[in-house]
């Protein structure tokens, strides 16, 4: 497994510590009060995206797994990050579903002879990513490999770019792109839309305060 240094930066802070606050700190006070996008939005599209055969890609605290209404009881959950405290807490917290976990870096090429998933989700994981947002979109491509040919991908990242920041978001945002928690100075709706609008037939991007919910179905 391929780990820069940037890629690595980005996914480090993410310590058994710093996970017992993630869910108080980024799921409640940030989406809400910083980047105005409130979680119950991201786990609306989840509950609407998500199939029982799904993977979870950058799973954090396991929490939009835990809390989203699977549309079937019998659920094969994958779970992929390259932090293992992030897929050892999340494991833990959805362990009813005996999820399957992937320890790997997304710009690196998948695992193979894994059996498809028919939804992939990315939630808050580009921004973390280092490059410009056409550039760590080939993680995708890389998923694609792990997607049924009806399935669906969807996510969130924060923009950069082209979207109304507060003036507490732009400071917060420059620290963590400063820290190398984020690499998100470029990234913008336009890139991610070229990216979809060449990969899959129907997509759609949504943008709510700093962030960007998209979906895209139908590999071309």
């Not at 979870?56 to 990050?81: A, E, I, W």
């Not at 992939?120 to 694609?144: M, Q, T, V, W």
């Amino acid at each position: 497994m391929t780990i820069s240094k940037e890629v690595w930066q980005g996914q480090a802070v993410y310590s058994k510590t710093h996970l017992w606050l993630y869910d108080f700190w980024v799921l409640y006070l940030s989406n809400r009060y910083i980047w105005h996008c409130p979680t119950p939005i991201i786990l609306k599209q989840f509950d609407q995206c998500a199939s029982a055969n799904h993977l979870d890609v950058g799973v954090g605290t396991g929490y939009f797994m835990d809390k989203c209404r699977f549309p079937s009881s019998q659920v094969r959950l994958g779970l992929m990050d390259l932090n293992q405290n992030c897929l050892d807490v999340s494991a833990k917290r959805v362990e009813r579903y005996k999820p399957i976990k992937f320890r790997t870096n997304v710009l690196d090429e998948m695992p193979s002879k894994v059996e498809p998933f028919d939804s992939i989700s990315l939630n808050y994981l580009f921004h973390c990513l280092p490059g410009r947002l056409s550039e760590k979109l080939i993680a995708i491509d890389h998923l694609n490999t792990l997607l049924s040919d009806h399935g669906i991908v969807f996510g969130s990242t924060l923009l950069h770019e082209g979207v109304h920041k507060s003036a507490i978001a732009k400071k917060l945002m420059a620290f963590y792109n400063k820290k190398g928690i984020f690499s998100n100075t470029q990234d913008c709706k336009e890139d991610l839309e070229e990216f979809l609008q060449s990969r899959f037939s129907e997509h759609s991007i949504r943008i709510q305060g700093c962030v960007a919910l998209f979906m895209a179905k139908n590999k071309k």
